[in-house]
Structures are given as structure tokens and as C-alpha cells.
């Protein structure tokens, strides 16, 4: 065990968390996020040949949610040997816990002029169900973006992992809990809006959300976010935690005969990459302006992991890459080939299984072996 832990492909970056060119990168992702981006989109006139657009501050915005999402992924996936097929009910969780705020930020502006949100309205409560009862306050739905997702992988994983459940029968039950939380969520008596979910959000902590400046406000929130999760996760991988997780990936059972239990293990990194998609749903929820149960859909889950194999999976950047090539790919294809997008999705994925087995990452690992952002 302790020549496992201790081989070269284990050993974390040189430097603090990452070496001299990695760190350049990571500060000109925070000038992209925090300078670059607000300049072009405020300061610049809508005709201007680089004014960054409403809608491709919202798409940017909606992809780094995803990229989020990929690399708690390749936490779970590429680190621990866990392929989860359900993580979409955790980012699904966190985006419906964020929008029950809003959805109270609204107040009487709603259709119906009624302190009650418009479908309970409709559906002719008289009542706030019992779980909207601090959904006035936005640090107590803030708490909930981390509790419930995260109370939720713990029961599960706990219960999975204890009965040594691994590998593709571990991935449909993820499938299936998240299948079951949507046909949950799809009913009209829970309380969550039904097969519509929830929309047309006006305010955010009183302010307006259809302004430049909150638009902008929630961009950067999300890439702070995304490069502070990326900067976590190349902490835990380059630790001794990270190293005993990769070693439960390559070898369990010689793992659990040294003298480490993996069920603490993997139940921890668990529940960190489900809270993480319930961050990623939260911030996605006010960019795009609506959540439904269509989020829990198995295919939605499904595509976080075509993100991470397509990026390249065990290598943390790769996954964020492939969030962003999948995704821009999809926008651009839905647009103007909408009936081939899926025929191109399926051939994507054959093709990095076939040729690229270590995603677009995998293309530059053979002329940058040193450098430790490609290392896996």
C-alpha cells in the first residue's frame, strides 16, 4: 500500500497546489472573469465588434454551472473509480432550493397579485406548504443549496458503499434515484410547481435579476466559483486523502487489507461532489431563469459524464474543457443542424472511446508529459 501511495503519478504538483505556468493560468482566469468580461459587456456599446452579449453572457454563465458539475464528476469518477449516472438530481436539488427564494422574491408581481407563488395559486392553496417555510430568507435557501444535496448523497452513498455495491450496478441505481426524483417532482402536490417547475424570477436579495449589472454579478460569481473549485479539488488530489482515493480507484481491496477503511473514503468525496453540482445549480437557476424536473432527467446526468470523458477524465482541467467544447458544440448545433445535434453527441463520445481515451487533454499530454495539469 505504501509503495502505491507513494509512486510518481500520486505525487502532488511542485509548488503550492500548482506549479509557475498553471498558477499564470489560473490568474488570467480570475482577469477573464472579474476585468475582461465585465468590461466588455458594460463599458462597450451593443454594436461594438467585441461587446460581449446578454446571451453569451448568460450561455458562458450556464456553462461554467456545468463546468462545475463535470469536475465534481472527475472527482468521484476519474480520482475514485466511481461513475455516477445521477448526479443530476443533486444540481437539480440545489437549483430548486434556490428557486423557492426567488420564486418568493417576486411577491404580489406575480399573474395573480397574490403573496402565494402564481401555481399554488392556481392549484388553490390557501398555504405555504411545511418545506417553504424559510424560503423568504436567502441564507437560509443557501444553507439548503448545501444541506439538502449533500444530506441526500450521504444516506445514499452510505447505504451503497456499505454494501459494497461498485461499478455499473452502483451507476443504475444512480440512474435510478434520480429517475425517481423526477417522476417525485414531476407531481403537483409536492410543492414544486410540477412538470412546469419554477419561473419567471423578477428579484435577487431586492434587486432586479433582467439588468446588465446583476447579469454581469452572477457571471463572476460563477467563475470565482469554478476556478475556487477547481482550486480545491488539485488540493485533494495532491494530499495523502487524494492519493488513498486513487488508490481505492486502482485497488480497493488492497486498500481496505491495509488497514483504511474505503467506505469513509468514498462516502466523503461522495458527498463533496454532490454538494458541488447543488452549487452549480444553484448559480445556474437565476441565469437562465427557470428549473424543472426535466434537470433530473437520466440524460442530463448522463451528459455530465460525456463532459469529463470528452475533456479527459483524472486530470481536473480536462473535464472543465470538455464542459465548455460539448457545450458550445451544442449551442452552435441546435442552432443551425438542430436534428443532428444528438447524432453528433453519440459520435463525439464513440470517437474519444475509440481514439481518445484520455479525452482533449489526452492530444497535448504527449508533448507537455511534465507538466502536472495533464499529468493523471
Known sequence: MSAVLSTPAFRPSPGFLLGRR???GVLAAVVAVVLVAPLLHLALPPGHALHLSDYHVSLIGKIMCYAICALAIDLIWGYTGILSLGHGVFFALGGYAMGMYLMRQIGRDGNYAADLPDFM?????????WHWTFSESFLAQALLVVLVPGALAFVFGYFAFRSRIKGVYFSIITQALTYAAMLLFFRNETGFGGNNGFTDFKRLLGMPLATPGMRIGLFVTTGLTLIGCYLLARWIVGSKYGRVLQAIRDAETRVRFSGYDPLWYKLSIWVLSAVMCGVAGAL????VGIINPGEMSTAASIEMAVWAAVGGRATLIGPIVGAFFVNGAKSWFTVAFPEFWLYF???LFIAV?????QGIVGLFKGRRRDDPEVRS
Open 121 to 129: 395559486v392556481f392549484l388553490d392553496w390557501k398555504t405555504l406548504p
Open 353 to 357: 472511446t475509440l481514439f481518445l481515451p
Open 345 to 347: 453527441l453519440g459520435a
Open 284 to 287: 445556474y437557476v437565476p441565469q
Open 22 to 24: 498553471a498558477w499564470s
